[in-house]
């Protein structure tokens, strides 16, 4: 059978270290659902819609751009993702991975859809927020959401290549992943709709290189245009504003949904935060109010009980960037990988 085609399951491919082909795999999934534990019931319905003779899989997105919504994903897609990564990672048959991310969701779904077409030997755990917890084994490859590696940093010397995506690392997190002596860490830029990541760059670096097989440009507002023929038959407009160093490489600035236009001077939030991270001790965010002078006047979104903020911070922000309000929220609204959602705060 075609290696490359997603009916294939590779000869080197192992679960919890068991060596499973197709129809182990399927009856495997069958025990998952009829009694498993309810972090594996996902996987064994999603091991039946992969085997099933439907050519696409049916997913849900996130949720962190939009309302959560149902888009259809073709299979063969999906192992193209996989074998755009394995090259772009360096990923070999037998190297051992391990799966701590939810399976309803294409991150996921695509580490186990890589295991089966590379031939990994693949470690599941249930989901949580210390995945590598009393866990002594090591790793070949990982991915992980920010708030999973942020409680994992001890144990990430167990880790060869890490991937880290799903919402943004903060500058804390991120100079705790640099210090990491054994593992190289990745940040990862994608979506549902590009099948997870389109783009990565080792961590604290500024720009992502592309994937093979991914063309960039840009649209009349400056967003990331994404020509990935392989993995969706359109191109993908997104609401990402980017700037694109060369046909390889881009620097993202943030999305166009939350620009914010006041007196005329229009600022960038995510630019903003990042000027000001490090420099407030809780999670925060920056957003806008209506204002009947400037149109819209930034405001400063803290997560917590209210205490005084030093407004000194303030200094490295320019004269427009500086918040005209602070409101303290009890507790952010989230998507489910941990990504704060903004319009749901304010």
């Given at each position: 059978?075609?290696q490359?085609t997603?009916?294939?399951?590779?000869?080197?491919?192992?679960?919890?270290?068991?060596?499973?082909?197709?129809?182990?795999?399927c009856?495997?999934?069958?025990s998952?659902?009829?009694?498993?534990?309810?972090f594996?019931k996902?996987?064994g319905?999603?091991?039946?819609d992969?085997?099933?003779?439907?050519?696409y899989?049916e997913?849900q997105?996130s949720g962190?751009?939009?309302t959560?919504k149902?888009?259809?994903v073709?299979?063969?897609?999906?192992v193209?993702s996989?074998?755009?990564?394995?090259?772009?990672?360096?990923?070999?048959?037998?190297?051992?991975?391990?799966?701590?991310?939810?399976?309803k969701?294409?991150a996921?779904?695509?580490?186990l859809?890589?295991a089966?077409?590379?031939?990994m030997?693949?470690?599941?755990?249930?989901?949580?927020?210390?995945p590598?917890?009393?866990?002594e084994n090591?790793?070949?490859?990982?991915?992980?959401?920010?708030?999973?590696?942020?409680?994992?940093?001890?144990?990430?010397?167990?880790?060869?290549?890490?991937?880290?995506?799903g919402?943004k690392?903060?500058?804390t997190l991120e100079?705790?992943l640099?210090k990491?002596?054994?593992t190289?860490v990745?940040e990862t830029?994608?979506?549902?709709?590009?099948?997870t990541?389109?783009?990565a760059?080792?961590?604290g670096?500024e720009?992502?290189?592309?994937?093979?097989?991914?063309?960039?440009?840009?649209?009349?507002?400056?967003?990331l245009?994404?020509d990935?023929?392989?993995i969706?038959?359109?191109?993908i407009?997104?609401?990402?504003?980017v700037?694109?160093?060369n046909?390889?490489q881009f620097?993202?600035?943030?999305?166009?949904d939350?620009v914010?236009?006041?007196g005329g001077i229009?600022?960038i939030p995510e630019q903003?935060?990042?000027?000001?991270?490090?420099k407030?001790?809780?999670?925060f965010?920056?957003a806008?109010?209506?204002d009947?002078?400037l149109g819209e006047?930034?405001?400063l979104v803290?997560?917590?009980?209210?205490?005084?903020?030093?407004t000194?911070?303030?200094?490295?922000?320019?004269k427009?960037e500086?918040?005209?309000?602070?409101?303290?929220v009890?507790?952010?609204t989230?998507t489910p990988?941990g990504k704060?959602?903004?319009?749901?705060?304010?």
């Amino acid at each position: 059978m075609n290696q490359s085609t997603y009916e294939y399951v590779h000869s080197h491919f192992k679960l919890n270290g068991f060596h499973l082909d197709r129809d182990d795999l399927c009856r495997v999934a069958y025990s998952f659902i009829k009694e498993g534990y309810d972090f594996e019931k996902p996987v064994g319905d999603f091991l039946l819609d992969w085997f099933d003779s439907k050519s696409y899989i049916e997913m849900q997105t996130s949720g962190s751009t939009g309302t959560p919504k149902t888009v259809k994903v073709a299979k063969q897609a999906m192992v193209n993702s996989a074998l755009a990564t394995a090259d772009f990672f360096d990923l070999k048959p037998s190297d051992k991975a391990l799966l701590c991310l939810p399976v309803k969701y294409v991150a996921g779904k695509m580490m186990l859809i890589r295991a089966m077409v590379l031939g990994m030997n693949l470690e599941f755990v249930a989901p949580s927020s210390h995945p590598m917890k009393n866990n002594e084994n090591h790793y070949d490859f990982v991915a992980m959401v920010p708030m999973q590696a942020q409680n994992s940093i001890k144990e990430l010397q167990k880790v060869k290549k890490l991937i880290v995506g799903g919402a943004k690392i903060n500058q804390t997190l991120e100079n705790d992943l640099i210090k990491l002596k054994t593992t190289q860490v990745f940040e990862t830029y994608g979506m549902t709709e590009t099948i997870t990541h389109i783009a990565a760059k080792i961590i604290g670096a500024e720009a992502f290189t592309v994937l093979p097989n991914v063309t960039i440009s840009y649209d009349e507002r400056k967003c990331l245009v994404i020509d990935a023929p392989k993995i969706n038959d359109a191109v993908i407009i997104t609401n990402d504003l980017v700037i694109i160093l060369n046909e390889n490489q881009f620097v993202f600035l943030g999305r166009i949904d939350n620009v914010i236009n006041s007196g005329g001077i229009k600022i960038i939030p995510e630019q903003v935060e990042q000027k000001l991270d490090g420099k407030i001790e809780r999670r925060f965010f920056i957003a806008s109010k209506e204002d009947t002078e400037l149109g819209e006047k930034v405001v400063l979104v803290v997560e917590g009980e209210p205490f005084e903020i030093n407004t000194t911070i303030f200094e490295v922000l320019d004269k427009y960037e500086r918040p005209k309000e602070i409101v303290f929220v009890t507790k952010f609204t989230e998507t489910p990988n941990g990504k704060v959602v903004r319009s749901d705060d304010l």
